[in-house]
């Protein structure tokens, strides 16, 4: 059963690491209550809707999941937010808070063979920290996405920094910094929006976000406006794409140990429950065997399932956590599906990151072979738009977009993947709460994005619980989709 972990139960080792961590960030300012030192002033020709950072506070929050969800081999159980808290001021004196809230995710976004769990944790709290300070003292104003574009060298100078003070054998990774630094550029937004009393996708026009698209991904972009490439409507409903994790029962017959919580067990009781229509396979990407007959057995039950519910349609997605040796591997694996389950092959719809995130390391692992077949989308590579033309020049065809690498950088490769005329998906971070709202809207507002992961009523339904009487159509799913409609409010639209 999901619940709330107490704070006071964490293991002395962790809250020592942490205490170390934290001893070494200046003791003239508090932890977790922020206050600008002065008031902020206008950048040189910003705009008079910019807006200066007030006050910022900041606390985490842990959850742990119903259920084991497996993905990149590794076995997940627990979730630890990040939730932030602005109060800013625009140039005309007025004042908004906003709320941004995020999950860590540190078994995906640093990974590590070395450090355990808990060292990657905390070492991203510690940064959360870090980025707290930088931001609360940042003095100058202006939309949130020039705030988070002057503030990203900063979080990353601070990474490093912490890194090197705390010896560390592996640095902090920069996917691990754009994902703590998530939730502050999200409560910006918000409070942005709230500011000027509108939702937060009708402040990226020219009246708000004075720069072209130049300013901050060159000079390609000469001339472009970001609210080009966003709509200020969001689309009314989005397909649930449903993860199938590398551990989760599918049939009766692999239900060991039943969670016995009243929420399904099997596949085919959650395709029931939910209505679904899209399901996403996690796969092993070290076992081609393993991969082949668990997409094979998959589609088999499925097409059953759907059957017997009169279903005629519905897709697939395969995302193998960038685990896969080399491209062939991906290919062989492609050509024995199409083998053996011809319909599955046809219905899969992209297919996630195969092959690891390093490609400058990794540069003879070209997706063009692949990508003819499917489109190819680079997920834990995109930290920035030379990553993404990196991933282009190697045959990359798609984008994932992630709420959990910042809402300004959403919307900048947004309008990156649209101009390159790429396919685009939002993925999910397992993402509850808030944060799900966040990951929606994104997804409601970026045309071409017409489908949402949303793992935590899965994994980490007691999250969600104080949401779903708020926003039932995004929690409480009935036929497939996500009903997005609502997602018009001032801000993210979250509070």
């Known amino acids: 059963m999901a619940s709330r972990e107490s704070k006071g139960k964490k293991r002395v080792s962790r809250r020592k690491f942490l205490s170390v961590a934290l001893s070494l960030l200046p003791a003239e300012l508090s932890v977790s209550n922020l206050r600008a030192a002065r008031a902020p002033y206008l950048l040189a020709g910003a705009s008079p809707k910019a807006i200066g ?23 997940v159980d627990r979730a630890t937010l990040l939730n932030v808290h602005v109060r800013v001021t625009t140039a005309g004196g007025r004042t908004a808070k906003g709320f941004g809230s995020m999950p860590l995710g540190n078994v995906w976004a640093f990974p590590s063979r070395t450090l355990p769990y808990a060292t990657t944790l905390d070492l991203m709290k510690a940064l959360a920290e870090r980025i707290a300070r930088r931001t609360a003292a940042y003095r100058e104003s202006g939309h949130p ?23 560390q054998s592996e640095p902090i990774p920069k996917l691990a910094t754009l994902v703590t630094a998530s939730a502050f550029d999200g409560a910006l937004h918000d409070a942005y929006g709230k500011a000027h009393g509108r939702n937060c996708y ?7 976000l004075a720069p072209d698209l130049s300013r901050f991904l060159g000079g390609e972009f000469q001339g472009d406006r970001l609210d080009r490439y966003i709509l200020e409507a969001p689309m009314p409903r989005l397909a649930l794409y449903h993860s199938i994790g590398a551990a989760d029962p599918i049939t009766a017959q692999d239900v060991t140990k039943p969670v016995a919580d009243g929420l399904p067990e099997t596949l085919p009781e959650w395709i029931a429950y939910n209505g679904l229509w899209n399901f996403k396979f996690k796969l092993d990407g070290n076992n081609l065997a ?9 589609d088999r039950v499925v097409t059953e399932t759907q059957k017997k519910r009169g279903v005629a349609y519905w897709r697939y997605c395969l995302d193998f956590n960038e685990r896969c040796p080399n491209v062939e591997y991906l290919l062989e694996f492609l050509r024995r599906v199409k083998e053996l389950a011809p319909s599955g092959f046809e219905r899969i719809q992209y297919i996630e990151q195969p092959t690891r995130r390093d490609l400058v390391a990794d540069r ?7 990508a003819k077949l499917r489109p190819v989308v680079i997920d834990e590579s995109l930290t920035d738009l030379d990553s993404l033309l990196l991933a282009r020049e190697m045959g990359y065809t798609g984008v994932a977009l992630k709420a959990c690498k910042g809402q300004s950088q959403a919307m900048l490769m947004a309008a990156a993947a649209q101009k390159y005329k790429m396919f685009l998906c939002v993925q999910d971070l397992t993402c509850p709460g808030a944060a799900l709202i966040h990951s929606a809207g994104i997804a409601a507002h970026v045309s071409g994005a017409d489908t949402i992961e949303a793992n935590a009523r899965q994994y980490v339904p007691a999250a969600n619980k104080p949401w779903e009487s708020k926003f039932p159509g995004l929690f409480v799913i009935n036929d497939g989709t996500m009903g997005t409609s609502t997602l018009s409010g001032l801000g993210l639209g979250a509070m």
Request: glycine share 6%; charged share 25%.
């Open 53 to 75: 950072i007030e006050e910022l506070t900041y606390h985490f929050e842990d959850f742990r999941y119903r259920a084991p969800y497996k993905f990149g081999g590794v076995p």
């Open 364 to 370: 003879s692992n070209v997706m063009h072979a692949a």
């Open 202 to 208: 009708g402040v990226y026009g020219p009246d708000f």
């Open 145 to 167: 996405i020039e705030i988070h574009h002057a503030l990203e060298p900063e979080y990353l100078k601070a990474a490093s920094a912490l890194s090197v003070e705390l010896n």
């Open 290 to 298: 393993w991969d082949i007959e668990r997409v094979v057995s998959v």
